[in-house]
């Protein structure tokens, strides 16, 4: 049996922050936002102790997924920074940085937290990815796997001698139920193939963006899931707009369907709104684009 254990060490329910150990190695897998990165730090102090956090693994450039970065690394300043090659582009452009810093300012006012840290210049990936790369930490074989969809950045990680996925948002939010939330952003076309990319790992579990390690039953059906879900969210959206309805009208389409419940709680609203409008807008312009 495959010895790894995983531990959510988020703040809050909408940071995206797992940790992951095997043997002597241990790696963070996203790091949440900026507000909540010395808490997340502390989390993992408590376990680790004395021992080392050999590295940061991010998924993407978001603010809810990387902004944390600089503050762990300031409690653990050996860990290694990997993230694909366009991610260390965007950490490098001031627009970027600033968008991240409004966002996390804006949801840390709503959280009651008025004063922290501005680490955004900070940003950095030591390791910059690309796909199929493999590298190794400490004890774990990784293999970088280019996942676009949700955003042009977006990898995700494979441990082949685990059968253990560290998934991307590209393939979809599990909702702790029989749901996956799709979030695509950059295109249909690239999250579908994104997906069937990962049916053709060899998976036993997987760890999903902002919930933590799924079953192996819930394994094994939740690509099947995240293919569903991508293509009725389509479709839905389609038809709306065919039929003379607004983005409005579509945005309370996704509403209805899937903010709710564990994904109401750990998706800022601000974001969800921004995300799914800028989804709607993808979704109109290829629909167009196609007749």
Do not use: W
């Amino acid at each position: 049996m495959n010895n790894f254990k995983v531990t959510d060490v988020r703040a809050l329910p909408g940071d995206a922050a797992f940790l992951i150990e095997y043997k002597n190695t241990a790696v963070l897998y996203d790091t949440g936002f900026a507000f909540t990165g010395y808490k997340v730090s502390d989390n993992i102090k408590k376990i680790l102790g004395e021992r080392n956090l050999d590295a940061i693994l991010l998924t993407h450039s978001h603010y809810d997924h990387a902004a944390g970065a600089p503050y762990i690394l300031k409690r653990f300043p050996k860990a290694t920074v990997y993230a694909g090659e366009y991610a260390e582009k965007i950490f490098k452009k001031n627009s970027a940085k600033a968008l991240m810093r409004e966002m996390d300012r804006k949801f840390a006012n709503k959280c009651g937290v008025k004063e922290y840290d501005d680490l955004f210049d900070q940003l950095k990936v030591d390791i910059a990815l690309k796909d199929g790369d493999r590298f190794t930490v400490g004890d774990l074989n990784i293999s970088a796997i280019h996942l676009p969809g949700h955003t042009r950045c977006s990898f995700g990680y494979y441990i082949e001698e685990l059968g253990l996925l560290l998934s991307s948002e590209t393939l979809g939010v599990y909702d702790g139920k029989e749901g996956v939330v799709p979030s695509i952003l950059i295109g249909t076309d690239a999250a579908f193939d994104s997906i069937k990319k990962a049916k053709k790992l060899s998976v036993k579990q997987m760890v999903i963006p902002h919930y933590g390690l799924i079953s192996e039953d819930t394994t094994k059906i939740f690509l099947s899931l995240s293919e569903k879900s991508a293509k009725e969210t389509y479709e839905g959206i389609v038809d709306i707009i065919k039929n003379g309805g607004s983005k409005a009208d579509a945005l309370q389409f996704f509403k209805d369907k899937y903010y709710h419940g564990y994904i109401k709680e750990i998706y800022p609203v601000d974001a969800m709104e921004l995300n799914t409008g800028i989804m709607i807008d993808l979704i109109i312009k290829e629909k167009n684009a196609i007749g």
